[in-house]
């Protein structure tokens, strides 16, 4: 990609502000494009004002917690030399619980604008999946849109977007055909010069397909879908930010199979802001709203006026992201305690070698 000035990047005066006279002098913005296992690629201009890639080690954080790690999508200050110096605060930022048994956070993109929500017309699609995204989305205040790709090879897409507007009558839909440009023009108004948007949805729907055609070109990797399952393979294998022609950040989660939630509760309350507000008027302040007398939740399904299953996907999210908050901290304790007992031993140690 070809930059000729940070504003090409997603550089605002949020992070402008940020900045002292000073430090404008002595110190040059640079932006996360890509996180590898030892490298952090970023995009900037030197002191010339010509565009530079640069390409850091990982190892100048390699004491700092998860958080404390650049993401992609952050912008770095890095001295005349260039070398790092600080993470500029985030204006919003998406992160996970890590997948496997670990617990820990892992950052998937910072300084996004809007996500779209990638869903496909067919097996894939999951109102409870798309109420996951909403919520983590919230939780950093970024603005939604879900985009239906497929719709080409749909007989009848109404259900689908049925299903979303039910449930969501505020959401905005895009329904698209992934493969060809056109149909993505729709989606052309939240990629503006100087935002930056970001790809979420399972492998297969067409977050790289989409990428490539609005970037009029073929170098994201795409992967025929298996018939069978309409899960696609996983082709690409890392994050990138992409800089579309006409200004404008797209960025690809690649064969993300599912984003566990991890300090989200304020985020999931928004996405079920409906159910909240229910909430404190249940006769209980600490109602399950499962069985209790008087629990205005309930007697909303009763109604008919709002569905059972969005009452259990609140519940669901809720306790999922309670449970990995409570291994992480506890991960965090052991940690803690672990430290302790070195620095312990090792005093002993010491006092022993000095009698000695
Ligand atoms: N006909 C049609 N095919 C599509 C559409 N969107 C995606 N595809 C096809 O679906 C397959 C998978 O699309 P990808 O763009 O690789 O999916 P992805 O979401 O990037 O998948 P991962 O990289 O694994 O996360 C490719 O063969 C695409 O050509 C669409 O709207 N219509
Ligand atoms: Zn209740």
Redesign the pocket.
């Known amino acids: 990609m070809q930059i000729h000035n940070l504003v090409d990047l997603g550089w605002s005066h949020y992070f402008q502000s940020q900045l002292d006279l000073k430090s404008l002098e002595s110190q040059l913005p640079f932006r996360v494009v890509a996180v590898q296992r030892n490298l952090i690629e970023c995009v900037g201009l030197d002191s010339e004002n010509q565009q530079k890639n640069l390409q850091l080690s990982t190892y100048y954080w390699r004491d700092e917690p998860p958080e404390g790690r650049p993401a992609i999508g952050d912008w770095l200050l890095v001295d005349l030399d260039f070398q790092p110096l600080r993470i500029l605060e985030r204006k919003s930022l998406i992160k996970r619980r890590s997948a496997g048994r670990e617990s820990s956070v892992q950052l998937i993109a910072s300084n996004i604008d809007t996500v779209f929500i990638v869903t496909s017309c067919n097996d894939e699609f999951s109102i409870n999946r798309i109420e996951r995204y909403l919520s983590i989305a919230a939780e950093s205040n970024i603005h939604c849109v879900v985009v239906l790709t497929k719709i080409d090879l749909c007989s009848d897409t109404r259900p689908y977007f049925e299903a979303i507007s039910h449930d969501h009558p505020n959401l905005q839909v895009e329904m698209v055909n992934a493969t060809d440009a056109p149909s993505l023009c729709a989606l052309k108004k939240w990629i503006e010069p100087g935002q930056t948007v970001a790809l979420l949805g399972s492998s297969g729907v067409g977050k790289s397909t989409i990428i490539n055609s609005l970037k009029g070109n073929q170098d994201q990797t795409t992967a025929a879908v298996r018939e069978s399952d309409s899960k696609g393979r996983h082709t690409t294998t890392s994050r990138s930010l992409h800089c579309l022609p006409g200004g404008g950040l797209l960025l690809d989660n690649p064969g993300m199979r599912e984003l566990q939630m991890i300090d989200t509760e304020e985020g999931i309350k928004t996405a079920f802001s409906d159910i909240d507000s229910l909430?404190k008027k249940?006769r209980?302040k600490n109602?399950?709203?499962t069985t209790?007398p008087g629990?205005?939740?309930?007697e909303q399904i009763k109604a008919g006026r709002l569905e059972q299953r969005r009452l259990d996907n609140y519940h669901k999210l809720l306790s999922e992201q309670i449970r990995n908050n409570e291994s992480l901290a506890e991960r965090r304790y052991n940690d803690r305690a672990l430290g302790r007992f070195y620095k312990n031993a090792l005093k002993s140690s010491r006092r022993f070698k000095s009698r000695e």
């Open positions: 909430a249940c209980y109602c399950r709203h209790e629990c205005a939740v309930i």
